[in-house]
């Protein structure tokens, strides 16, 4: 068996939940950050307490994910038309990466503020009112949690709101622990501490979420998934000569695509040996837009063309 580039995966679509669910679940979810955003920042500016603006600003892209989700879920929907042969599947990390790049950006902001209240810190702050807010926010990033993975857990919008959230909940943990210590001992500096953590979490968060897109748009395989052993798969497969030119990449979130060429071992029709192939990575690997251009092996026996033509070396499936 020889792989010249193994890189792309199958476009099987498992979604357990329809889009239009998917949304409502996401918008409730909105709806809890939106309100809750809004009061942490009034209570932020009244307590002068940089943690709680970091972590609103934080929810800012939380309530801006979902909303992207919301939007990028429908327009994923649309089917295969003109120029887009694959559909829209990519809408899905392209505003996932703007999601994480955004992220990135108000991490660095914050970071900024943090390390100047570190050196001067504000006298202010009030550690009862910090404490408070972020247990309610704690509540609350566990309800936006709940409803969020009521969705389609397979898109990476929806993963990425999910990281979010998480790394919300976090926050809040680390900004009750700073208001705790501000009432206990008084030490202010606990405030910009929290916010620096905050940051730290947010660059993460968007880190993963950049390197995540950056992967369907560069198509790569699958993550997990080992390209040549699959090609080894391939070849093992009774009636498959040699599998050249290998390609798996991603569609987008759920959506892998594969194309190869097969030779294939007289007297083993092109297009039994192909089907099979096709059910292996579908059942196998989660597969479901395959390109098999199938010859015979031995082209004396069988003319190579007359088998690709008759069987379809050329194949394009719709994308959903």
Same mark, same amino acid.
């Given at each position: 068996?020889?792989?010249?580039? *193994? ?11 329809? &889009?239009?669910?998917?949304?409502? /679940? ?52 649309? %089917? ?28 660095? /902001? ?10 001067? %810190? ?21 309800? +936006? ?5 009521? *969705?389609?857990?397979?898109? @990476? ?12 909940? /976090? ?24 916010? @620096? ?14 390197? &995540? ?8 395989? %699958? ?36 194309? +190869?060429?097969?030779?294939?071992? %007289? ?13 292996? @990575? ?39």
């Amino acid at each position: 068996m020889r792989h010249a580039g *193994a890189v792309s995966h199958d476009h099987a679509h498992s979604h357990g939940v329809s &889009a239009q669910t998917d949304r409502r /679940w996401l918008l409730a979810a909105l709806s809890v950050i939106v309100v809750f955003m809004a009061c942490e920042v009034v209570a932020g500016v009244l307590a002068h307490s940089l943690a709680l603006i970091t972590d609103a600003g934080h929810m800012v892209t939380d309530a801006a994910a979902i909303a992207v989700a919301v939007i990028a879920a429908r327009i994923a929907q649309r %089917p295969a038309q003109g120029a887009y042969t694959y559909g829209f599947a990519r809408v899905d990390a392209l505003s996932a990466q703007l999601n994480g790049m955004t992220l990135l950006l108000l991490a660095a /902001w914050f970071a900024v503020l943090g390390v100047r209240r570190l050196i001067d %810190p504000v006298t202010s702050v009030h550690g009862g009112v910090v404490g408070v807010v972020a247990v309610v926010g704690v509540v609350v990033n566990l309800l +936006a949690t709940w409803l969020t993975g009521r *969705a389609n857990r397979e898109s @990476l919008n929806v993963r990425g709101v999910l990281g979010h959230l998480l790394t919300d909940l /976090w926050a809040f943990l680390d900004t009750f622990v700073a208001g705790i210590v501000i009432v206990v001992t008084g030490w202010v500096r606990a405030d910009a501490v929290a916010s @620096l953590v905050v940051a730290a979490l947010m660059t993460w968060t968007g880190w993963r979420l950049v390197r &995540a897109a950056g992967r369907v748009f560069l198509e790569a395989a %699958p993550r997990g998934l080992d390209t040549y052993r699959l090609g080894e798969t391939m070849a093992a497969v009774d009636g498959v000569a040699q599998v050249h030119d290998l390609h798996v990449w991603q569609l987008g979130s759920g959506a892998d695509a594969l194309s +190869a060429h097969v030779l294939v071992s %007289p007297p083993y029709d092109c297009h039994e040996v192909s089907g099979r192939l096709r059910t292996l @990575l579908a059942e196998d690997y989660g597969i479901g837009h395959v390109t098999l251009q199938a010859d015979h092996a031995d082209a004396a026996e069988h003319d190579a063309g007359d088998c690709a033509e008759a069987h379809g070396d050329v194949h394009i499936a719709e994308s959903q």
